[in-house]
C-alpha cells in the first residue's frame, strides 16, 4: 500500500514567486492534514481538508496561503508571493472517513520549500 | 494555548546504551500523546498513550504516560545505530485528534 505521497520533495522559489505543494492521500483515504515544520521549530497544524470543504484551517497564516482538496486530484498547499520566512518542511497526513477517534496520523515525506 | 516540552534536546550515547526520553505537557482537556521518529524525512508513528500507567512496548522502544504529573517517558534499550533520529512528542486535546501539538524533538545520534 502506498503511504501518503508528497510532491515535489524539493522546491526552490525566488521571492515573490508562488509555491503550489502537491499531497496524494492514501488509498481510500478522505481527510487531509497539512503541517509546517519551520528551522528548529516543531510542527505545526496548518489545515484540515475534507473533499471539496475545508474543516478547520486555524493554523494558515491569514495571507498567501491558501488549501484546497478538490473532488478529484490531490490537495494543493499554495503559497502566493513566497518571502523567506516561509522556508521550512511542509507535511500532509490523511485518514480515512470511518477514523477511530483516536487513530494516529500518519505523515507523508514532506517537501522542503526553500526562498531564496 | 497547548505547550509541549521535551528533553533533552540532544543526546549522544554509544551502542548497546540505553536512552530516556522526556515530555512533559500543558493541555486543556487532554485526549492523548504521540511519540514518532523523526529520521530524514516524514515522521513515523511509534505510539500512542491515552491512560496513565499502562506501558506500550515495540522491540527495544516502550513508552508510558503518567497524566497526574503530565509527563510522558520513551525508553530505547540497547540502542543500535539505525535509532539515530528526531524522537518528536506531540499531544491532542479536546474534541480534535488531528490538531497536534509538537515538542521540538530530542535528537538522538547514536554513534557506534
Known amino acids: 500500500n502506498a503511504g501518503v505521497m508528497q510532491n515535489p520533495r524539493h522546491l526552490v522559489r525566488r521571492r515573490g514567486q508562488e509555491a503550489r505543494l502537491r499531497c496524494s492521500p492514501m488509498?481510500?483515504?478522505?481527510?487531509v492534514y497539512w503541517y509546517r515544520q519551520l528551522p528548529e521549530e516543531g510542527l505545526k497544524f496548518m489545515v484540515y481538508l475534507q473533499k471539496e470543504n475545508i474543516i478547520d484551517e486555524s493554523g494558515m497564516p491569514k495571507e498567501r496561503f491558501s488549501a484546497e482538496f478538490p473532488k478529484e486530484g490531490p490537495s494543493i498547499l499554495r503559497i502566493q508571493q513566497v518571502v523567506r520566512g516561509d522556508s521550512a518542511a511542509y507535511f500532509c497526513?490523511?485518514?480515512?472517513?470511518?477514523?477511530?477517534?483516536?487513530?494516529?496520523?500518519?505523515f507523508g515525506n514532506g517537501t522542503r520549500l526553500t526562498v531564496t | 494555548e497547548d505547550k509541549v516540552v521535551q528533553s533533552p534536546l540532544s543526546l549522544v550515547v554509544h551502542e548497546g546504551d540505553t536512552v530516556t526520553l522526556n515530555c512533559s505537557y500543558e493541555v486543556t482537556n487532554f485526549r492523548s500523546l504521540l511519540w514518532y521518529k523523526q529520521e530524514k524525512k516524514a515522521p513515523t508513528f511509534l505510539f500512542m498513550l491515552?491512560?496513565?500507567?499502562i506501558e506500550k512496548k515495540s522491540g527495544r522502544l516502550s513508552s508510558i504516560l503518567d497524566k497526574k504529573e503530565l509527563f510522558s517517558i520513551l525508553n530505547i534499550t540497547a540502542t543500535q545505530t539505525g535509532d539515530s533520529a528526531v524522537y518528536l512528542c506531540a499531544v491532542t486535546s479536546g474534541g480534535s485528534n488531528y490538531k497536534l501539538t509538537f515538542g521540538k524533538g530530542t535528537l538522538l545520534t547514536v554513534n557506534p
Open positions: 491515552t491512560s496513565s500507567g
Open positions: 488509498k481510500g483515504h478522505s481527510h
Open positions: 497526513a490523511s485518514s480515512p472517513l470511518d477514523r477511530g477517534v483516536n487513530s494516529p496520523l500518519h
